[in-house]
């Protein structure tokens, strides 16, 4: 294991949680073109302010009829964070991006593994409890920057959501990194 793997289990979970979904949220309203919230409370008061944040930017693009674009934004200024978190963490290889995109998922209540093959599956998702499947499918551009920035680059494409009825999310990220 890398030594930035390593740090990161040691920043106290609530301190890192806040800190992921102020960056989500700094992501998420510089690709809307908006003011970014100041998160507060606890962390799952957070994750609920955020979603709430994120879902009314999407649907705000919705019905502009600009959902395409925020959606290319979002999975930009995710791109810029998995990678910035890359170089940061020293991660090396495919397999350090995904654990280290685990590790980052489950400080923000999201259960997510990711096999070798690039298998994804999400059994919990804090956030499907307030998205729509539009809303997620647009959002998910998030997930696709995120781990496309950890890993040097890969398109992740979605078969199942919770937020479809699903009991949980299934899909693959197909890695295309150098």
Known sequence: MNVGLSLMRRVPPAVAMGRVLSALADATA?????PAPRLRGSGEIQCEQYALFSRACVTEALARGTAGELTHALRGEAWALGDRLRALAGIATVTEGLAVAARLYALIGIEFQADPDGRI??????????????????????????????????????TRRITEGHPACTGRFAWCGP
């Open 121 to 158: 599956h999400v059994s919990r998702c804090c956030f499907s409890r307030f998205y729509s499947p539009t809303v997620c499918g647009v959002m998910s551009a998030m997930d696709e920057g995120v781990l496309a920035g950890l890993t040097g680059e890969g398109r992740l494409s979605f």
């Open 30 to 34: 510089r690709a809307a073109g908006v």
